[in-house]
C-alpha cells in the first residue's frame, strides 16, 4: 500500500486536463504509441467531438523511480458544474490532486471550486501551470494569483505543456513524493467507495470503486448499503487501458466490479460496497441521491414515434443514472415525456444522443425548475412544469430553488456583470480582488435564472473572461405567475413559463416579439397573444401570405424547382403543428434567446 498512489486532475474547462492525462500514460508506457489516439480517457464519441469530459474514469499506471515501483491511480474528473457531485467522489477517492490552471487564462472559477473540494478531503495540492507552449502565456502572473489562492511558494507551481510534454517528468516525481500514500487496514470489514460507473452492452454496469477498508475477491458475495441490493462479484479487477481482472483488491486499490447490474440505477455514485458476511458498520460518508435540477419536454415531431421515443429514452437511461423521464401530454404537442436533467449541458447532451444514436427527431420545450407549491389547502406539491401550476386563487406560496453563484473576471467587467445577476434577481453577497485586476463575485440567485441565457449573456460582456460557477443552496419564496402565450388565442402550453411578477409584463412584450420574428407566415393571420390569467398583456400579429416557393421559377430549370421543395420539405420536419398554426421548433426556445 506505501507503494500507491491515488490522484486526481482538477481543473477549469479546457485548461488542459485530458491532455496533460495523455502524457502521463505516455510517459508511463501505460499505452504505447500505436494505442495513443488523442485523448485516450475521453473515449465516449460526443465527448471527443466536443472535447470535453463528461464521465470520469480512472486508470492505472506503472511508475519506476529509484528503484522502487509505484502504482499510481489516475481519477478523471469531468470539469463542467452539471456534474459536480462526480468531481467530488472522484475527489474523494484520492488523497491528492494535480491542480492545472491555463498559464494564458489564470484561475476561474471552477478552478477555485474543484480545490475548495479537494481541500474538504484534505488532498494535497500540486500546483501545475500548463499550456506553457504558448507565447501568451503569463507565468508570473498567474504564479502570483497560485500564490495567493494556495499559499504556496513559487517554486512549489510546475510550469508544464501537454503539447510538448514539459513538466511532465516532474509531475510524476511529485506525486509520488507529495501525494500520501492510501490509508486504511487490508484486514477490516470491506468498505469500498463507487465513485463511478459505465453501462457496457454486453457486461451490464460496471462500477469502478476504491477499496477504503478490507479486501474483496473475485465471487465474493457483496451488497451496495444504500440501495441494500446484493450481488456476486462475478469480476473484479484494475483498469489500464482495459480492464485487467484480478483475484482480489485491498484496501488503497481502484479497481472496477462487474457483477451482471443491468442498469445504471441499481449503482449510486458516492455508494459504499461491503461483504453480505461480516458486513462494515458505517457507510462511507457523504453519499447524496443526485436530483435533476433541470425539467424540459421532448416530444417526437411525429406522433407515431412516440414508443420509439419511449424505447430510446429507456437505452438512454441505461447508463445515464441522472436522466429522468415520465410521459407528460401537451394539448399543443401531443403526447411525449417530462426529463429531468442535472443541467443545460447534461440536456444538451441528451438531446444530441437522441438524434445521433436512436435518430429520433424530436421538440424540446423550454427547460424550468421544479418548484415547491403550498397550496391553501396546505399541501406541498412539486412542479416540474408551468403548465401543471395549480390556479393562481389555489395556491398560497411559491418557492423555487436558489444558488449561490461565484463569478471570477477581470475587474473591468463588474459593472456588466452586476447589472446583469441583479437584472436576474442576483443578490450580491460577496466581492474579493483576487489579484489587482481579478475579482471573485458572489451571489445568491434563482435557479430558474439562470437556467434561461445567463452563461451566453455572461460570456458576451465579458468578452468571453468571466468564468461561473454554482452550487444549490435551497428553496426561497417568490412572487411567481404564469405567464401564458395564445396563438390565434388558443394557449400553447408547451410556451407557458413561469415568471417573477416585476418582469412579466416586459418578458411578455419580449417574447411576442420574438416569437413574431420566428413563426413563419403563413395562409391567415396569425395573433400572438401573452396572458396572465385571462388578462393579455401583450399582442403580436404574423401577416398572411400566399406563399408559392416555385412560382418565381416558373417555367424554369426543374431541379432548380425540386431543389426548392426539396429546402421547403426539410424547413418544414422541425415544424410543429399546433391548432391550426405551424410552429418551429426555434419557437419553443425562445424565451432562451431574448435580447
Ligand atoms: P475538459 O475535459 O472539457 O474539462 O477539458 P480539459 O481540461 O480536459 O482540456 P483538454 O485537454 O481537452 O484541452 C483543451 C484544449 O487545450 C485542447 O484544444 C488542447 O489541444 C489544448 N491544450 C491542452 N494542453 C495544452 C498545452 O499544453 N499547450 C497548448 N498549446 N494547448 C493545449
Do not use: W
Not at 174 to 196: E, M, S, T
Not at 450 to 477: E, M, P
Not at 567 to 573: A, D, H
Request: charged share 25%; hydrophobic share 40%.
Amino acid at each position: 500500500m506505501n507503494n500507491i498512489r491515488n490522484f486526481c486532475i482538477i481543473a477549469h474547462i479546457d485548461h488542459g486536463k485530458s491532455t496533460l492525462a495523455d502524457r502521463l500514460l505516455e510517459m508511463t508506457q501505460t499505452v504505447t504509441q500505436r494505442e495513443m489516439k488523442q485523448q485516450v480517457l475521453d473515449n465516449m464519441d460526443l465527448e471527443q467531438e466536443r472535447g470535453i469530459t463528461i464521465k470520469s474514469h480512472a486508470i492505472q499506471m506503472n511508475y519506476l523511480q529509484e528503484g522502487q515501483k509505484y502504482t499510481l491511480n489516475l481519477i478523471d474528473t469531468p470539469g463542467h458544474v452539471d456534474f459536480s457531485y462526480e468531481v467530488s467522489r472522484s475527489i474523494a477517492a484520492c488523497e491528492g490532486a494535480l491542480l492545472i490552471i491555463d498559464s494564458t487564462q489564470g484561475i476561474q472559477a471552477q478552478t477555485i471550486s474543484n480545490l475548495y473540494l479537494a481541500l474538504e478531503h484534505d488532498l494535497e495540492i500540486i500546483p501545475v501551470m500548463n499550456k506553457m507552449d504558448l507565447p501568451n502565456a503569463m507565468p508570473e502572473v498567474v504564479e502570483d494569483q497560485i500564490i495567493d489562492l494556495l499559499g504556496c511558494e513559487r517554486e512549489d507551481i510546475i510550469r508544464a505543456s501537454g503539447k510538448t510534454g514539459e513538466g511532465v517528468g516532474e509531475i510524476l516525481t511529485r506525486i509520488v513524493k507529495d501525494v500520501p500514500p492510501p490509508v486504511g487496514d487490508p484486514d477490516a470489514p470491506l468498505q469500498c467507495l463507487i465513485f463511478d460507473s459505465v453501462f457496457n452492452s454486453f457486461r451490464g454496469v460496471i462500477a469502478y470503486f476504491k477499496v477504503t477498508n478490507g479486501t474483496i475477491h473475485t465471487n465474493d458475495l457483496v451488497k451496495f448499503v444504500a440501495t441494500g441490493k446484493q450481488y456476486q462479484a462475478d469480476e473484479i479487477g484494475v483498469l489500464k487501458l482495459k480492464m485487467n481482472p484480478r483475484d482480489e483488491l485491498s484496501a488503497g486499490d481502484v479497481g472496477y466490479i462487474i457483477s451482471g447490474i443491468k442498469t445504471a440505477r441499481e449503482v449510486k455514485v458516492g455508494d459504499t460496497i461491503t461483504h453480505v458476511k461480516n458486513p462494515c458498520d458505517k457507510a462511507i460518508a457523504g453519499f447524496e441521491e443526485v436530483k435533476p435540477m433541470v425539467f424540459a419536454g421532448i416530444y417526437p415531431i411525429d406522433s407515431d414515434d412516440y414508443e420509439d421515443l419511449r424505447t430510446a429514452m429507456e437505452k438512454l437511461q441505461l447508463n445515464d443514472a441522472s436522466l429522468t423521464f415520465q410521459p407528460e401530454s401537451s394539448a399543443a404537442l401531443g403526447f411525449g415525456f417530462r426529463c429531468g436533467f442535472l443541467g443545460l449541458l447534461h440536456m444538451e447532451i441528451v438531446q444530441e444522443r437522441l438524434d445521433r444514436e436512436f435518430d429520433m427527431n424530436v421538440i424540446t420545450t423550454v427547460p424550468n425548475v421544479s418548484y415547491h407549491v403550498h397550496t391553501k389547502g396546505g399541501e406541498i406539491l412539486d412542479v416540474y412544469n408551468p403548465s401543471g401550476m395549480p390556479e393562481a386563487t389555489l395556491i398560497e406560496d411559491i418557492e423555487e430553488p436558489f444558488i449561490r453563484a461565484q463569478v471570477i473576471s477581470k475587474s473591468d467587467f463588474i459593472g456588466p456583470i452586476m447589472t446583469l445577476c441583479l437584472e436576474k434577481r442576483g443578490i450580491l453577497k460577496k466581492q474579493d480582488y483576487l489579484t489587482a485586476d481579478r475579482v471573485e463575485l458572489t451571489f445568491d440567485m434563482p435557479l430558474g435564472e439562470i437556467v434561461f441565457d445567463f452563461y451566453d449573456k455572461l460570456k458576451s460582456i465579458s468578452k468571453g473572461y468571466a468564468s461561473f460557477d454554482y452550487h444549490i443552496t435551497g428553496y426561497r419564496s417568490a412572487k411567481l405567475i404564469k405567464l401564458d402565450i395564445l396563438l390565434n388565442s388558443e394557449p400553447v402550453d408547451a410556451l407557458s413559463t413561469l415568471i417573477h411578477f416585476d418582469n412579466a409584463y416586459n418578458f411578455g412584450r419580449r417574447i411576442c416579439e420574438k416569437l413574431k420574428e420566428l413563426i413563419p407566415r403563413q395562409q391567415f393571420d396569425v395573433a400572438i397573444q401573452a396572458a396572465i390569467g385571462a388578462k393579455i398583456i401583450a399582442r403580436e400579429t404574423v401577416k398572411a401570405v400566399r406563399k408559392d416557393v416555385t412560382a418565381k421559377c416558373y417555367g424554369g430549370d426543374i431541379s432548380r424547382k425540386r431543389k426548392l421543395l426539396e429546402k421547403q420539405k426539410k424547413g418544414k420536419k422541425r415544424m410543429k403543428q399546433v391548432g391550426n398554426v405551424e410552429v418551429p421548433q426555434k419557437a419553443f426556445l425562445a424565451v432562451l434567446k431574448l435580447d
